[in-house]
């Protein structure tokens, strides 16, 4: 029996494969699609609109916030990693009030913790929390909030000026978008 070989090519004749038109519109149209579906069910971009985090994130910032970490557990996405809240996470939320309105907020507190101010010094269950990102503290003393099932307590880190939750309540689990995870523009960084 006789073997065949493909035929080679003549000294300076090469053969190339060219994409069609509509395998590089199938290619684009796929990336466009999985950064579409990343950019709207995993990550979001974020815009930092006030002072009241400074130090953390500037006016501007523009803040890369997970948003599955945080989400509740589906059947769908078994291999995604689920947790609540952490007390010192940074989070994006609904304002209570304005549901239009996302902030960005620390998390002081977890359903069950009692949380207390005094002379702008924030305790949380009796003991004095260490804030080394706290930028500007403000002399209030609050009574002591005990932060009921299914919500959070959160505060700016600019507390002169942080509208939060001494003046509006709650955070509701519900609320949470996501946890800022890393600056993105134009100061980079994890969080």
């Known amino acids: 029996p006789e073997e065949k070989t493909a035929p080679v090519p003549a000294e300076g004749e090469l053969h190339e494969d060219h994409e069609t038109a509509l395998e ?7 990336v466009l699609a999985i950064g579409l579906f990343v950019m709207t069910f995993i990550f979001q971009n974020f815009e930092i609109p006030s002072a009241s985090m400074e130090k953390t994130l500037l006016i501007g910032d523009h ?14 996405a078994p291999f995604v990693y ?3 809240v952490h007390r010192g996470d940074v989070i ?3 304002k209570p ?3 239009d309105l996302y902030l960005v907020k620390r998390c002081i507190g977890i359903p069950g913790d009692r949380i ?9 269950n009796g003991a004095r929390s260490n804030e080394p990102y706290v930028q500007h503290a403000d002399d209030r003393s609050f009574p ?3 932060v009921p099932p299914g919500a959070l307590y959160v505060l700016g880190d600019n507390r002169a000026i942080s509208d939060d ?7 509701q689990d519900d609320q949470v978008m996501g946890k800022a995870v890393a600056g993105i523009w134009p100061h980079l960084g994890m969080l």
Do not use: K, M
């Open 97 to 99: 009030g304005e549901p």
């Open 63 to 76: 803040v890369l916030v997970d948003r599955t970490t945080l989400a509740p557990p589906t059947s769908w």
């Open 82 to 84: 689920y947790r609540n």
């Open 116 to 124: 207390h101010l005094q002379d702008g010094v924030v305790y949380v």
């Open 24 to 30: 590089s519109l199938a290619s684009i149209c796929t």
């Open 144 to 146: 002591e909030v005990i």
């Open 92 to 94: 994006v939320f609904l």
């Open 165 to 171: 939750s001494r003046f509006w309540g709650f955070v």
